[in-house]
C-alpha cells in the first residue's frame, strides 16, 4: 500500500491536520499515523547552515549543524 506523507514545522497544524483525517469516516482512517523528525536547514546557496559556538577553556568557534523539527502525518492514498 502506498501512502501519502505531509511534511511541515508547526506540529499544531500536523496534528490538527491528523485528527481530520482520522475522523473522516474514511475505512481506511485508522491507518493514518502522525511522527516527527529533523532536517538540515540549509543556508543561502543550499548548503548546510552552522552556528558557532566556544566551548569553555576554547579559543576557537567550534561548528555545530542546524537542524529544525519537522512534523509529518502519512496516510493511505485512496
Known amino acids: ?11 499544531f497544524q500536523r ?3 491528523f485528527d481530520d483525517l482520522r475522523q ?3 475505512e ?7 511522527f516527527s523528525g529533523n532536517e538540515s536547514v540549509l543556508n543561502e ?6 552556528r ?10 567550534q ?3 542546524i537542524y529544525r523539527s519537522t512534523w509529518s502525518v502519512a496516510y493511505p492514498k485512496s
Do not use: A, H, W
Open 63 to 65: 561548528p555545530r549543524p
Open 45 to 50: 546557496i543550499n548548503e548546510q547552515d552552522y
Open 28 to 34: 481506511l482512517e485508522r491507518q493514518v499515523v502522525k
Open 15 to 17: 496534528d490538527r491536520l
Open 52 to 61: 558557532f559556538t566556544f566551548y569553555e577553556g576554547s579559543r576557537n568557534p
Open 1 to 11: 500500500m502506498n501512502f501519502e506523507i505531509i511534511t511541515s514545522t508547526d506540529k
Open 24 to 26: 473522516n469516516g474514511n
